[in-house]
Nanobody, 124 residues
């Protein structure tokens, strides 16, 4: 099994920044890619960004491209998403996910493991 623990969420003003972290533990050898998704009440879980664990291949949703940066630290088994120029519409619960696929999927169904989520609120 793989355990994922997110951290770094909170309240930030529009235009501000946050960095979310996702630490993986357990059967790390099963992971080939990781991603971030977000969800607001009443809506489907939405793809944010993803990264290939070994090759550094990255994908971004159009809504965050140029503002968010995903990265990984293999030595710490941790994936980050640096979120800059935050907007109120970025408010959501952010989830970290991991999968066995080499190329990171952009849909929730492609992931095998999920964290518990961390709240990000962008408001003045």
């Amino acid at each position: 099994q793989v355990q994922l623990v997110e951290s770094g969420g909170g309240l930030v003003q529009p235009g501000g920044s946050l960095r979310l972290s996702c630490a993986a533990s357990g059967s790390i050898f099963r992971i080939n890619a990781m991603g971030w998704f977000r969800q607001v009440p009443g809506k489907e879980r939405e793809f944010v960004a993803a990264i290939n664990w070994s090759g550094g291949i990255t994908y971004y949703a159009d809504s965050v491209k140029g503002r968010f940066t995903i990265s990984r630290d293999n030595a710490k088994n941790t994936v980050y998403v640096q979120m800059d120029s935050l907007k109120p519409e970025d408010t959501a619960v952010y989830y970290c996910a991991a999968c066995r696929s080499y190329l990171p999927p952009r849909t929730p169904g492609g992931y095998d493991y999920w964290g518990q989520g961390t709240q990000v609120t962008v408001s003045s």
